[in-house]
């Protein structure tokens, strides 16, 4: 396409911007808005939460998560902790990337995470709290089924993770408003790894 | 949604957030464009599922994702995002700096030009699309964003008074 004068007159239009980010803000907003979409009751766990989703639905699934774990996602590692799934395989969870307008908030998830986290995780609370409201698995095929326990594609220690997952979550959320803030926003990764995931290939 | 999704999506809002603010910003101004950045980032996660593979596609789908916060805009659905707040300062202290009147007569004939020829023109020439490119944020095939397109030209030279002579 041959430009002409009118390409220049155009191009010189544009009304002059500053959109000079600071990365910083940019991915503090970008979790902002993450937390902003994904429904309130699970927002806290999200990171993790995604993880084990995939974990959820069994076979395919568990090589998705596999490919992924320690992969450098978690660029500023806080603490891990650890706790046996029903098949008795133990899992680690990596966390890190704590970020949050208040820095008082960042320092205490960060204390958390470097506590006694299972300690203080209700996981009975957890699985019941799944049980009762149970995720959906969206399948290859596009169809949904609901993970309990007989259904096809449910696995006991995938759930188990994803109690473990919630009442962690839980139990950082009553932490923070212990220590009186009032609206704690923060960000938090995780990755976790097993004892008994599949090798991750060529990783 | 699977945590490979989160980190394209991740990726690509972190790549086009500039363009995305400065995009917003010539449609709606210093003031709103930070929430309107907000809104799509809101609005992208939702519809994490429909992120395109391809990072340039993303970038494509998410400034179609700007544009529909732009439309609503201007029919005043409004909303704050606290989100926002973090750069809102900050752009409220550049919006001091005054705007270029140098293209003002270009960009009032623009805006006489039917709502979408003037988009795709503010797509290629503001924004540095291409042809293909714009027509995927307009969501129109390609071949009719290249005939709109010359026909907008061709109102902008009779509007402004220009010849076709090569500068």
Redesign the interface.
């Known amino acids: 396409m ?22 910083g ?6 979790g ?3 937390r ?3 429904p309130k009751r699970r927002a806290s766990r999200l ?1 993790i939460g ?2 084990v ?2 974990l959820l639905i069994g076979g395919a699934g568990v090589a ?2 596999n490919d ?1 774990l320690w992969s450098g ?1 978690v660029t500023e590692p806080t603490a891990t902790y650890s706790f046996t799934v029903p098949s008795g395989a133990t899992c680690t969870v990596l966390t890190g990337d704590v970020e949050s ?1 208040d820095p008082a908030v960042a320092q205490a998830v960060k204390a958390f995470y470097a506590g006694d986290v299972m300690g203080s995780a209700d996981v009975a609370a957890g699985l019941a709290e799944l049980r009762a409201d149970p995720p959906i698995a969206t399948l290859p095929d596009g169809s949904t089924e609901v993970l309990v326990p007989g259904s096809a594609h449910y696995d006991e220690d995938a759930e188990y993770k994803w109690a473990v997952s919630n009442a962690v979550g839980d139990a950082l959320e009553a932490h923070l408003h212990d220590l009186g803030f009032s609206q704690p926003a923060h960000v938090a990764l995780g990755e976790q790894l097993c004892s008994n995931d599949e090798p991750a290939g060529d990783r | 949604m699977t945590r490979a999704d989160d980190a394209r999506l991740t990726v690509a809002l972190t790549e086009a957030s500039p363009r995305l603010l400065a995009y917003l910003q010539r449609r709606v101004g210093h003031d709103d464009a930070p929430d309107l950045l907000g809104e799509t980032m809101v609005v992208a996660w939702r519809r994490l599922g429909d992120l395109p593979g391809d990072p340039d596609r993303a970038r494509m789908w998410l400034f179609g994702i700007a544009r529909g916060t732009v439309l609503n805009h201007t029919r005043g659905e409004r909303r704050r995002w606290a989100l926002a707040d973090r750069i809102r300062g900050q752009v409220a202290t550049d919006a001091a700096a005054p705007a270029s009147d140098e293209g003002i007569e270009v960009r009032d004939a623009i805006a006489r030009l039917d709502p979408d020829l003037a988009e795709l023109v503010r797509l290629v020439h503001w924004e540095r699309f291409s042809l293909v490119e714009a027509a995927e944020v307009l969501g129109i095939p390609a071949s009719t964003a290249r005939g709109r397109y010359a026909k907008a030209k061709d109102e902008l030279r009779a509007a402004l008074g220009v010849s076709v002579a090569s500068p």
């Open positions: 041959t430009r002409d004068t009118l390409d220049d007159l155009l191009d010189r239009s544009a009304l002059a911007t500053r959109a000079d980010l600071a990365a803000d940019v991915r503090a907003m970008i902002d808005a993450r902003e979409a994904i990171a995604t993880a989703a995939a998705v998560a992924l996602w307008s």
